[in-house]
């Protein structure tokens, strides 16, 4: 049932995508902002209430919905997939960016192109040069395909296949949701945050993410060009500050033949810790140099659609596999 829950959220979500500002995006705000608000005091062990409540508390509460409604219908619990999994994946929640920034870019606008990225990822893009904002704009948009479509794919299946429904793609939802909201308001906002709950919520979403990450880059070497995603992936992962992200980017630059990553250069370029949502302080001595291959062309933003969307098929094909063997069986 879980490839025909991910199919019809899928084809939902293109026929009717959520809008830029949507309610469960100010919901989950509100959520994480509540739980924060209320049992965070500040002291180290109140961050794992706040992210045990933020993140585990809807987890659970989806998973037994899910436990009760399958004793009754069939039906009913594939609805209840669906409507859950239209929420959580899906790349109508961040492609509006990816669009309009394309497009500024074809029109050869590229203050508005700038503007957009700024506003996207919440950094000073007003000096990036056209290489840097396609580089940005690939790398962003690659990170935000693998969580918001395969990240989530990946828990939904796993804990849908033991009878917990909608329960994986709630819980890796609201890990990445808690490490970009704490990230972001200490970052962009400016506003004072418990050290330790920042610091919590990217250790349990990097751990969460660990798996996906890798079968993202796995998927993309498959139907990219494996050899050089294989090379680049062992070789290029530790150019980025951050593991998980590092292995997505060197493995997809290898698919494609595209340059990325690159030292932060100052007044020009935005610190990588600054770059991506789940970044902290910058450490150069792991984030120097880029990957081999051209620099990034417009040429290339339709290559990543494309390396995504293969990626997409090849994963919906080892899930239908998966479930005629387990129906045949």
């Known amino acids: 049932m879980s490839f025909f829950a991910v199919l019809f959220a899928l084809l939902v979500e293109q026929l009717k995508p959520l809008p830029r500002d949507n309610w469960f995006h100010e919901m989950l705000t509100s959520w994480v902002r509540w739980t924060g608000r209320n049992f965070d005091a500040g002291e180290k062990h109140h961050a794992w209430v706040v992210w045990g409540v933020s993140v585990l508390a809807p987890a659970l509460l989806s998973g037994l919905v899910y436990l009760l409604v399958v004793r009754y219908s069939l039906l009913l619990a594939l609805a209840f997939d669906v409507a859950l999994l239209y929420l959580t994946l899906g790349f109508r929640q961040f492609s509006h960016y990816y669009t309009d920034i394309r497009d500024a870019l074809e029109r050869a606008d590229e203050d508005e192109a700038r503007r957009l990225l700024a506003e996207w990822r919440h950094l000073d893009a007003s000096e990036l040069p056209r290489t840097e904002v396609l580089r940005h704009v690939i790398e962003h948009s690659l990170l935000a395909a693998h969580r918001h479509v395969f990240g989530v794919f990946f828990w939904f299946v796993v804990l849908s296949a033991v009878g917990l429904g909608p329960m994986g793609a709630v819980l890796y939802r609201m890990a990445e949701y808690m490490s970009r909201y704490w990230g972001y308001r200490q970052r962009a906002l400016e506003a004072p945050a418990n050290d330790s709950l920042l610091a919590l919520s990217r250790q349990m979403f990097g751990i969460i993410d660990h798996v996906p990450a890798r079968l993202t880059a796995f998927g993309f070497a498959v139907v ?104 045949l069986g």
């Open 224 to 327: 990219g060009n494996f050899e050089e995603a294989v090379a680049g992936w062992r070789r290029d992962a530790g150019l980025w500050l951050h593991p998980n992200e590092g292995i997505i980017l060197a493995a997809a630059a290898g698919a494609v033949g595209v340059q990325l990553g690159g030292a932060a250069a100052p007044s020009v370029t935005p610190d990588r810790s600054k770059t991506f949502s789940a970044g902290g302080e910058p450490d150069l001595s792991q984030a120097q140099g880029s990957t081999p291959g051209a620099p990034a062309q417009p040429g290339h933003l339709q290559s990543a659609v494309g390396l995504v969307w293969r990626s997409v098929v090849l994963w919906m094909l080892l899930v239908a596999l998966l479930t005629l063997a387990n129906v």
